[in-house]
């Protein structure tokens, strides 16, 4: 049994990586500012506040955790164009203080980074590899290059080991229960097309004018709950390595799904009464597909439930349940 603290626990993400790991057997710690109850049911423990302030850094040292997964931060890309530095303080300033807080440690623990494919920018060759030139173009994706960075630097200087899952679209919501899921008023695509369309109300588009076969953007969409299982392999993996480790993987699966394409699955099952195409927003990339070949190559992982009809209908049982 492995100890586990989930920064940002109650989270989207964060939710289903605590419940992973609870089912695999380890004792979990959520931080969190938000407390959201449903997510924190049959978790061994829970710190409500700033995982980066005096109380917060307290709880994660004694629990004495042998992974830490960072999913705390803020994570919009548009946002972040027009109010970066809330973004630089929460994602990177913060970031530095835990870090630097856990290099204190005297039995280190692993960090398991939430990054994101908006590092890559808008990619030369798809699909993406790790190893693809880290371009970000808006500063939510700078954050993220910025912070892989910093660990590689912790890694190499005070040999802190960490893991970091570049995350391409995370979607769907928990696939047995259908307890977890993305809170209301979300803004991925996904839950913003299923609350349109249980709502009835009119659902937009942002672009329609992208250099893709039908024109919206394409994404290449990863079922959340596949994500957790992603960090539960990997803590299995490599806590048992003797040394530093340090890696960093693409979480995705090799093929993309365009905008249209959500909207005609969810129109034909579901139903739409409208869909508005507006203008695109800035910093969004034409495509981003994934080459996941590497966490599957060296952890074993592949997506079980990342097919966009496993995701949309998942996501749909949590909105209706």
């Not at 989930?6 to 710690?29: E, P, W």
């Not at 027009?82 to 856990?102: A, E, F």
């Not at 070949?293 to 097919?307: F, I, T």
Request: aromatic share 10%; charged share 20%; net charge negative.
């Amino acid at each position: 049994m492995k100890k586990i603290v989930v920064t940002g626990g109650c989270g989207y993400i964060g939710s289903h990586v605590a419940r992973a790991f609870k089912q695999a057997g380890d004792q979990v710690l959520i931080v969190d500012r938000v407390q959201r109850d449903h997510t924190l049911q049959n978790i061994d423990g829970w710190h409500i506040g700033d995982f980066a302030d005096d109380a917060g850094l307290s709880a994660i040292y004694n629990f004495e955790p042998d992974v830490i997964v960072h999913c705390a931060g803020t994570s919009l890309v548009g946002p972040s164009m027009t109010d970066p530095g809330v973004y630089y303080d929460n994602n990177i300033s913060k970031t530095i203080k835990l870090l630097n807080w856990v290099n204190r440690f005297t039995k280190k623990p692993i960090i398991m980074f939430s990054s994101s494919a908006s590092v890559y920018g808008e990619p030369e060759v798809l699909p993406i590899r790790e190893t693809a030139r880290v371009q970000p173009i808006s500063p939510y994706g700078r954050t993220k290059a910025m912070t892989e960075t910093i660990l590689k630097d912790f890694w190499g200087a005070y040999a802190l080991p960490s893991t970091i899952f570049r995350y391409f679209n995370a979607a769907g919501a928990e696939p047995v229960a259908f307890d977890l899921g993305q809170e209301p008023e979300a803004t991925h695509i996904v839950a913003r097309i299923l609350e349109a369309s249980i709502t009835g109300h009119v659902f937009s588009i942002n672009g329609e004018d992208f250099d893709t076969p039908d024109g919206t953007c394409i994404r290449d969409y990863v079922h959340v709950w596949d994500i957790a299982r992603a960090h539960v392999m990997a803590a299995e993996r490599h806590y048992t390595q003797a040394g530093a480790i340090q890696r960093i993987y693409n979480l995705g699966t090799n093929q993309g799904v365009s905008n249209k394409q959500i909207v005609d699955y969810v129109a034909e099952k579901y139903g739409l009464i409208h869909v508005n195409y507006g203008h695109r927003r800035m910093g969004d990339p034409a495509q981003l597909v994934a080459d996941a070949e590497l966490v599957g190559a060296e952890l074993g992982w592949q997506p079980e439930y990342s097919d966009i009809a496993t995701i949309i209908d998942s996501a749909y049982k949590w909105y209706t349940q």
